[in-house]
């Protein structure tokens, strides 16, 4: 292994030790025959899963090809069958590249239905390991629900799964492919906002996927029916709701006897595990009616009783003789005496059984629910004070997970009815300041850290938690400090993350601290950071003085203390920096050839357009919250770009899941709530998974948090199949938004909402008319599809639409234009791109403004790209753009696998951006095979940036955001390329 690590610090530190492309490239050469030899001996069995796709695959290997055979042919052979040649030729004989025109039509065969089969397990009922633990999903940013996991030797539950599980499972080497059941203990965002993302990578495991038993109350059906507009129905095929009865017309309801009803309601009842469900309904006085989302569940977990300890005297004495009648006997079962003429019983040879251990998770979110909850008869058989209990075989409680929010738990009925149950351990797993002080994804934090410390210009402090009386006030109630939890009612302890109650053995019933992990430790992390790269002080002090030197001879307005806070733990840095300036002074910058440390970054003014004259830094912001594709990982969240307009509003381009938690670590607990509060419009690209699966928690708690104030539905803009989610979900959540199609914010549309002569009706028709039937009339103002009239390349988007309701989208098109006057937007248009079905780019273009002498001067322009092929159509979207972000999913070496899955090369998108002279571009939406930093070309990023998760960049910053690159690049210089391990995906495969 020691040959590998240094071919991988060989490899990953080519690119800084050779300056120059040709050489460097040469060297690269020298050293692949070499790697082949050695990853194939020490990496030939390396699997890699994927995600949101429908196929597993392994890394890039000989020759760059993925070696997975399906029958006669590669993988690349059947991508290679999807791609027609002709119009391909097509499109580079018009300026274009070549794509997958199958995958861009949804017609691929990532998109055919199959049947998921459910893992079969052989059950092993004598269990020597089971424990239940504390998925603190959520828990330090306030966004979701903590999940639970109960583990056996054979089987897997997990209870709750709200965004972001998958990353904290993938944080903390948990395998949810090993998982067999999810139960919900209510059905909202809350508690399921990741679910679709699990069930899609489950469906992508292997050749032919994995399904999981999804269970839930009979609201479960409203998210089934939401999940299916955009997943496959094999995925779905498992869920199982209970508490509902069919009606007269046959549509299924919510049986209210069933909440007073003596027994719970038993899912599963095997040699492993009884687990029940008693259902909650909230108090519905003053004449509200109960609403999907509403019901809440109490699950039971029931262990088998531990039988008691075989007596081999006894069986000695009944005419036994040792041998295989002595397992029988232990395992339950009745024998013949060897000598006697009777049979032996178990209960004969076989001590006093002890009672199976039980778990209770409570989830009782409003005070409303606390009367159901006191009252249901199906809870009498746990309560050591229960009249039961004097019968033979009382039930006793072991462990007691109370997922309900404070303003609950803390009530004193609330406290007097959890004494009901004796000695029970009670875990308080609401949100806690405990919690909060422990990031979760402790990977993702270290680097924010590092990146904080080299650069707090572009990678801003995460939000800092307010301290003001000791907490921390939340949506759903104020959260109280964990050490306020023991009270004169009943003892309790909080739960932490990865916090154990061991169920068996028996011997190590009760709590296990050993997984919890310990503080974030700032002091740790610069001293690692000092270690590995000693240099690293000189780098930040010269980044420090040329931003400033920049402000300075821009006449730039420095950065307020609210615009970049200083992490608490900088001040260490000093400190430590005292002890390693010997070891600064040794190190030589000669490793550096291409850090000029003797002379600062040039910018020529000419260069600069005439739209950053004079900025300020409230003009606009762009913070990218996600920026892997595909799924989450451990480093890069999926698709997110937060627009800071601040004081007039912001905007979200794309929402993947973990969007919100990822604005509540970028700008602390209640700056999220506030930029949720004054969010003014959401854009979704396209219809995968990675792009909006994070956009009904935005909504739903952005509904409440408004719920009491004067304010307007939010405007969401999508491809059509997303209204058809939104408006399924709508049912089971109130996310009071106005949808409108991005067919209807393309140029041509737009161009008539900002028209002198006003927005008329006919003028509407005679666009949807020319659009859909591709007439070639005005094709440079008004053609909006992909392809020239009459060409093979028409495709999907000269389909004919279904017919528009003039008289629904003229009024949203009238408030979108209202809400782009407030927001200091001169226009928001969608540009059709290459990729899927109905995807799109964005462009935004600011109002011209006024400065000091009067002078007129034009608005910023930003385009995103979403996921495309480059194309024509962005292209001329993006001329003379201020900033372009494009994604780059692969890097150059994999420009084929790129056309396959309709995505661009890092070189393509910078192609895309020189083509239409883009001032500034932003690469982003990178394979999670780059876990960290993504491979590129450093000669050519002259206007390039890469991102990474909650970076932030200020358009007055701009000019200088190429000019940091290669300093950022000296944090990774130990870094090996292409993940290697175990958690490593594949990218964005399949249909989502």
Not at 426 to 436: L, P, S, V
Not at 577 to 582: R, T
Not at 782 to 799: C, D, H, I, P, V
Not at 815 to 829: C, F, I, P, R, V
Request: charged share 25%; glycine share 6%; hydrophobic share 40%.
């Amino acid at each position: 292994m020691s040959q590998i690590t240094t071919l991988r610090l060989l490899c990953s530190s080519s690119s800084f030790l050779i300056p120059n492309p040709f050489l460097r490239f040469s060297f690269s050469l020298s050293l692949l025959s070499k790697s082949r030899a050695l990853l194939s001996s020490h990496f030939s069995a390396l699997t890699v899963r994927s995600y949101y796709g429908r196929r597993g695959r392994r890394p890039p290997g000989r020759g760059g090809r993925f070696q997975h055979r399906r029958g006669n042919s590669t993988l690349r052979e059947e991508r290679r069958k999807d791609i027609d040649p002709a119009p391909v030729r097509e499109m580079e004989e018009a300026g274009m590249v070549g794509f997958n025109k199958r995958r861009a039509e949804g017609r691929d065969k990532s998109y055919r239905p199959r049947t998921l089969q459910l893992k079969s397990r052989k059950l092993n009922p004598v269990n020597t390991v089971c424990y239940v633990q504390i998925l603190g999903t959520g828990m330090d940013t306030q966004d979701t629900s903590a999940s639970v996991f109960l583990f056996f030797d054979k089987q897997r539950f997990i209870f709750n799964a709200g965004e972001g599980l998958q990353r904290f499972c993938t944080e903390h080497k948990i395998k949810l492919s090993k998982v067999d059941h999810i139960f919900l203990t209510r059905v909202s965002s809350e508690t399921a906002g990741g679910l679709p993302g699990l069930l899609l990578t489950l469906a992508g495991i292997g050749e032919e996927g994995m399904s999981i038993n999804v269970w839930g109350p009979s609201d479960l059906k409203y998210l089934v029916d939401a999940m299916l507009s955009f997943i496959p129905n094999a995925a779905m095929v498992h869920a199982h709701s209970f508490g509902e009865k069919q009606s007269a017309n046959g549509v299924a309801v919510l049986d209210h006897n069933l909440g007073c009803s003596v027994d719970p309601i038993v899912l599963i009842d095997d040699e492993v595990i009884r687990l029940s469900a008693i259902l909650l309904r909230p108090n519905c006085s003053g004449g509200s009616s109960m609403k999907p989302g509403d019901v809440a569940v109490v699950y039971a977990c029931e262990l088998p009783d531990i039988k008691g300890k075989f007596d081999p005297e006894k069986a000695v004495s009944l005419g036994l003789k040792p041998g295989p009648k002595y397992r029988e006997l232990q395992l339950g079962n009745s024998v013949m005496s060897d000598s006697l003429n009777i049979m032996v019983h178990s209960s004969d040879v076989l001590g006093p059984s002890i009672p199976g251990p039980i778990v209770l998770l409570v989830d009782c979110p409003t005070p409303s629910h606390m009367q159901d909850l006191f009252s249901a008869q199906s809870l009498n058989s746990y309560y050591v004070d229960s009249p039961d209990c004097q019968r033979e075989g009382v039930k006793l409680v072991n462990c007691v997970i109370h997922l309900g929010p404070a303003s609950v738990t803390k009530n004193t009925d609330y406290q007097i009815w959890m004494k009901r149950f004796g000695k029970a351990q009670h875990i308080m797993a609401g949100y806690e300041m405990k919690n909060m002080k422990i990031p979760i994804l402790k990977s993702s934090a270290r680097i924010s850290s590092r990146l904080n410390y080299l650069c707090p210009q572009l990678f801003p402090a995460l939000g800092a938690w307010p301290s003001e009386n000791g907490f921390i006030p939340s949506l759903r109630d104020s959260i109280v400090p964990c050490e306020a939890h023991s009270s004169g009612f009943v003892d309790s302890v909080s739960a932490e993350n990865l916090l154990k109650f061991h169920l068996r053995p028996y011997s190590q019933l009760g709590l296990d601290r050993s997984a919890i992990p310990s503080l974030l430790n700032h002091t740790q992390i610069f001293n690692e950071l000092y270690s590995e790269i000693p240099e690293i002080i000189d780098v930040s002090e010269f980044i420090s003085s040329f931003w400033k030197n920049h402000v300075e001879n821009k006449g730039l307005r420095p950065m307020k203390c609210s615009d970049v806070v200083e992490e608490p733990w900088i001040k260490e840095a000093s400190h430590l920096s005292d002890n390693l300036e010997n070891q600064r002074e040794n190190t030589s910058k000669e490793g550096y050839p291409w850090l000029n440390f003797n002379q600062k970054p040039e910018l020529d003014p000419s260069d600069i357009p005439t739209c950053l004259d004079n900025v300020t830094r409230e003009d606009m912001e762009i913070v990218l919250l996600g920026t892997g594709s595909a799924q989450p990982s451990k480093y890069r969240n999926v698709s997110s770009i937060f627009i800071n307009l601040f004081t007039k509003g912001s905007l979200l381009l794309d929402c993947g899941e973990g969007t919100l938690a990822q604005l509540k670590r970028r700008f602390g607990v209640l700056g999220a709530d506030n930029a949720l509060k004054t969010l003014k419009c959401i854009w979704i690209s396209h219809i995968h998974a990675d792009h909006h699966t994070g956009l009904a928690r935005i909504l739903a708690l952005r509904s409440q948090l408004l719920r009491d104030l004067p304010h307007e539905p939010l405007l969401v803009i999508g491809p059509r199949p997303l209204k058809r989610f939104l408006d399924a979900y709508s049912k089971l959540e109130d996310l009071d938004m106005l949808f409108l199609d991005c067919r209807h914010t393309t140029e041509a549309f737009m161009d008539i909402v900002h028209s002198s002569n006003g927005f008329h009706e006919d003028r509407f028709a005679n666009v949807e008319e020319k659009e859909s039937r591709g007439k070639e009339a005005e094709p440079q103002t008004l053609e909006t599809n992909l392809f020239a009239q009459g060409s093979k390349m028409q495709s999907y988007w000269k389909r004919p639409g279904s017919p528009v309701d003039k008289a629904t989208v003229m009024p949203i098109l009238r408030h979108l234009k209202d809400l782009l006057l407030k927001a200091g937007l001169e226009a928001l248009y969608s540009v059709p791109v290459v990729h899927c079905p109905q995807a799109f780019a964005i462009v935004l273009k600011a109002a011209e403004r006024t400065n000091s002498v009067g002078k007129a001067i034009p608005g910023w322009k930003l385009v995103y790209s979403g996921d495309t092929r480059p194309c024509q159509s962005l292209i001329d979207a993006s001329r003379n753009a201020t900033v372009l972000i494009h994604e780059a999913t692969f890097e150059d070496g994999l420009a084929e696998e790129a056309v396959a899955r309709n995505h661009s090369t890092t070189m393509e998108a910078i192609e895309v951006g020189s083509k239409a002279g883009a001032y500034r571009i932003i690469l982003t939406h990178f394979s999670q095979r780059y876990p960290k930093i993504p491979v590129f070309d450093e000669a050519h990023m002259h206007n390039t940036c890469v991102a990474f998760d909650l970076m932030s960049v200020n358009v007055a910053d701009l000019p200088l955001l190429p000019k940091v690159l290669p300093f950022l690049k000296v944090l990774f210089k130990n870094e090996i390329v292409v993940d290697e391990s175990d958690d490593a995906m594949d990218v964005d495969a399949g249909q989502y």
